[in-house]
């Protein structure tokens, strides 16, 4: 089990590489979304925000307002961490139930392209 520290640091570089998305791209697939991920086997929930300029750095701390995030992901540590450095394939995670998203579906398609 990855620690909470791990996690922090593999969302800070999921955000890195989300900058390096070309800008044409983010314009054309990117709508203003927030985005939480819920880390199951550590019980704690980051959340983060993307948009045209990039993805923010995600936080422990929901948002003001109390609504839910419009794109929720449910993961565990393990899976976060090799999700991140290429070592888990998204679609196969999904298909095999390892990583919930619950958003969407336009959402899923703009995010598929994105990731």
Do not use: W
Not at 67 to 94: F, K, Y
């Amino acid at each position: 089990m990855a620690s909470v520290e791990e996690c922090r640091a593999a969302l800070a570089k999921l955000v890195t590489q989300f900058d390096e998305i070309d800008e044409a791209d983010r314009a054309k697939h990117v709508v203003e979304r927030t985005v939480s991920c819920r880390v199951s086997d550590l019980d704690v929930t980051f959340y983060g925000r993307l948009h045209h300029e990039g993805l923010d750095p995600f936080v422990e701390t929901p948002p003001a307002g109390g609504t839910p995030a419009d794109v929720r992901l449910t993961i565990v540590s393990d899976d976060l961490v090799a999700l991140v450095n290429g070592e888990l394939d998204l679609a196969r995670a999904l298909l095999g139930g390892r990583v919930k998203v619950d958003a969407s579906f336009g959402d899923l398609l703009r995010l598929r392209r994105l990731l």
